[in-house]
């Protein structure tokens, strides 16, 4: 099946259903949208083959002008919005793409392709025009992928990928009901904020509330407003949720009953206070609209307090684990089960996950396969060859370690191990796990760094304006005595900038090491 004629199934399954809820568009009404999207871009010379750029936040236009390329028989070359020209121009020309839509705000002066103004006013159907016959081994998508390391490649996804990802999303079934609502701000060029806020909408026959910005009071009135079930974030937006609701109960003085009612809410029901209990959780609820039954986060790992808030709250909390190269989430949590903190579960349908070269502690390689496995990355045999085995597993190049539930956990990238001379290694997801509990800490980087000849674990801290060198000292050494001495961090620098991140909030490690090297930050050491 082609991502096309999965459309053309979930129409048929759910016509009168909200697909487009901001625009009260029915499922019915959506393909005459991408019918007369696909009329223009063929009267402007789209055909058959080509790679069209798509650049543009979460609006209508850009769901209805996937659609339409994919019905002329396109490739949709997907565009990160947060680039400079410069990137566009190499991306363009890397892959062939000689047109691109976006919205107005985006446009510059180029020779490399022609822009096209994405929210241009279609002027109708052609009944002459049909979809293309496309297969479903055609390639759909093309995202470059860096994440926070690394050289950009060029990751082509076919039909094929594309709806086994949104068949192994019924893993989830028992939270996605058809005609119910995603509310989908995570940027769908992204491959996480396709697959949730896309591909599972579509899946499943429900609506989805496109959001083009992250301003929380935009966020909140839509919550108000349209009162979505499902919400899917990263988890730094999930933390600043759960840090802006503890501090608006304690600005009223109530968090201590809040938080006791909170935290012995089960006992407090077997004592016949059931209705406090509700009228607590519930105004705290109201906050999301009410209606939110399950939350999604993925992207990175989510700390075991921001997780306990949501489920005491009332909230089904899962986390997903997957890469652009997996079309996102090959593996999510049940929280059904008793967990152990930061796990991200376990694989989805068909997907397989293999666990190589273990050390001490149990920590290897996570490898894995399945029909969301892309094919190779474009033009790149050496890539490739390094990626995958003989039988056709692909190397995540993450490195993990499996609970007693047989759910995974992230212990961090293999390529930001910090590996001291001594031969240790260190794992900067851990330490940044502790060292973000800092107040007045807004951000923490650590990675590999070389000081007076020594590899040592070096960090760099965003804080707040009012923090200083020697309170930021005194934190990190009493954060340093809860790991190995070993893993201590005595070598630091602050600053009250924000760290660079990617578009999903993960720290883009490799220029924070680089602006250190500069002379950005100012640093210190013990």
Known sequence: MTMYELLEKTVKENPKTL??????VTFAEFPNLVKARAATLHNLGVKPGDVVGLLSHNIPEFVSTLFAIWYLGGTVLLLDTNLASAEYENMT???GCKFVCAEKSFFYETKKFKFFDIQTKDKGVDESLKPYPLKDSDIATLSF????TGTPKVVPLTHFNLVSCSDNLEYLNQWLKPGEMF???????????????????????MGILLQSTINPNAIMADFAQYKPQVIPAVPKLWEIFRKKIIEGIKAKKKWGLVSFIMNNQKMLRMLGLSKLVDKVLNQIRGIFGGRARLLVAGGAATKPEVEKFYTQLGMAFV??????????PI???????KRVAYAFGAPMGDNEVQIRNKDENGIGMLWVKGNQIFGGYMNNDAANKESFDK???FCTGDLVWMDKNGELHFAGRKKQVIVLDSGKNVYPDELEGLFIEIEGVKSVAVFEHEVNGKTVAYGVFSVEPDMTMDKLAAAITEKNKKVASYKWVTHFAMTTDDLPVTSTQKIKHHVVRQWLIDGKYTDRHE
């Open 331 to 337: 593996c999510c949590s049940r929280p059904l089960k």
């Open 183 to 205: 509310y989908a701000f995570l940027p769908l060029y992204h491959v996480f904020g396709f697959a949730v806020g896309f591909l599972a909408p579509l899946h499943f026959g």
């Open 319 to 328: 986390q997903g684990y997957g890469m652009t190269e997996t079309v996102g």
């Open 93 to 95: 020309e890397r892959v």
């Open 145 to 148: 992928t860096s994440g926070s």
């Open 391 to 393: 039988e056709g597993w």
């Open 19 to 24: 697909f487009l809820v901001r625009e009260n």
